[in-house]
Nanobody, 123 residues
Framework: QVQLEESGGGLVQAGGSLRLSCAASGRTFSGHTMGWFRQAPGKEREFVSAIHWSSPSTNYADSVKGRFTVSRDNAKNTVYLQMNSLKPEDTAVYYC????????????????WGQGTQVTVSS
């Protein structure tokens, strides 16, 4: 059974940092792109970042470029999202996803999704 499990969310003040983790299990993701998306209340789920499981290629939304860093640990089957200089507008549920389209920004190109982890940034 394929499972993506996010962790690391929480409440942080503006300017602070959090690191999200996404532990993958149930199949081999070596050919997949691992994506991070987020959804704020009343808004659509939006792309945040992506990394290919087998190459150093990454992709970032303009809104997080320079503040967020995506990385992976193949040995642990885990993908990370380091979030620095957090802003109140970063408040959302953050989701991890896996798909076969290289570094895609499109939700419908990701086949597997986690349950999400809440990130709240206070001003």
């Amino acid at each position: 059974q394929v499972q993506l499990e996010e962790s690391g969310g929480g409440l942080v003040q503006a300017g602070g940092s959090l690191r999200l983790s996404c532990a993958a299990s149930g199949r081999t993701f070596s050919g997949h792109t691992m994506g991070w998306f987020r959804q704020a209340p009343g808004k659509e789920r939006e792309f945040v970042s992506a990394i290919h499981w087998s190459s150093p290629s990454t992709n970032y939304a303009d809104s997080v470029k320079g503040r967020f860093t995506v990385s992976r640990d193949n040995a642990k089957n885990t993908v990370y999202l380091q979030m620095n200089s957090l802003k109140p507008e970063d408040t959302a549920v953050y989701y991890c996803a896996a798909g076969l389209v290289l570094l895609s920004r499109r939700r419908n190109e990701y086949a597997y999704w986690g349950q999400g982890t809440q990130v709240t940034v206070s001003s």
